[in-house]
């Protein structure tokens, strides 16, 4: 199975961090948060990636082709091209990375239908470049073949930003509760698409708003419940929770 990344928006909300790079770039300890979404597959067995990129799309390229040299220490004696010696061994030897551009303003849906040339006949994995979690991709794939529909999305009860009051018609406070989750499913993003879902796909669409809501409509997508950690990187605090996390030595995406 491949796997699809949509790793080229503007990021306009970390736009400290996203005037030098692309947000899936941004770091996460001292690899990029994209990195840890594919470090995450790769041990659940995807190692083949397609990277759907737009802004800044030279960032990526550059990162993944110069994955060796700067990732480990390397010697190079000035002078002398062949010379570049890479020191060391790493455990991403078996990805195979496509870096597609397909465009600086280019809608989501629209960037999986620009690198479906590279997909094949066989279910692909689909997710933002921008968000961590610890979905479990057999389980995932075991309630896309149940339903048997054209594409499946995980989904979670968000947590609530803020505590909250329960009270009576009088205002006798009753309880408070700490962040509880929400009554509402979200889309998280970690999605399983069959190749005909890509016929609901349009060069200018936005994939939820256009596929995914008709696929719904035809009653071709199905939803696994996901009851595990997810958390976006939409905004500055959140990129300094995921880092409080990582540095912490308990991140719950961390499966390596």
């Given at each position: 199975m491949k796997a699809v990344l949509l790793a080229g928006g503007l990021g306009t909300r970390l736009r400290e961090e996203t005037d030098l790079r692309p947000k899936p770039m941004i770091q996460i300890g001292n690899r990029p948060i994209l990195w840890h979404i594919m470090k995450n597959l790769a041990n659940q067995g995807i190692t083949d990636f397609i990277i759907a990129t737009g802004y800044k799309a030279e960032v990526i390229k550059d990162f993944f082709v110069n994955y060796e040299t700067v990732t480990k220490d390397v010697t190079v004696t000035l002078g002398d091209r062949n010379s570049l010696v890479v020191h060391g061994n790493h455990d991403e030897a078996d990805w195979t990375v496509t870096v597609a551009y397909t465009g600086d303003l280019t809608n989501t849906g629209g960037r999986v239908l620009s690198v479906a040339k590279y997909l094949d006949e066989e279910p692909f994995f689909l997710t933002y470049g921008d968000g961590l979690a610890d979905v479990s991709l057999p389980a995932l794939l075991q309630t896309h073949a149940e339903h048997g529909k054209a594409a499946t999305i995980s989904t979670m009860q968000p947590m609530s930003r803020f505590g909250v009051i329960d009270f009576d018609n009088s205002g006798n406070v009753s309880e408070f509760r700490e962040k509880p989750r929400l009554d509402g499913w979200i889309n998280i993003g970690f999605?399983?698409?069959?190749?005909?879902?890509?016929g609901y796909f349009t060069e200018d669409c936005v994939l939820e708003s256009g596929p995914l809501a008709d696929m719904a409509k035809a009653g071709q997508l199905a939803a696994y419940r996901h009851e595990g950690f997810w958390q976006p990187m939409d905004t500055y605090r959140e990129s300094t929770l995921l880092n409080e996390l990582w540095a912490s030595g308990e991140a719950?995406?961390?499966?390596w």
């Open positions: 999605m399983i698409l069959e190749p005909r879902a890509l719950p995406w961390k499966n």
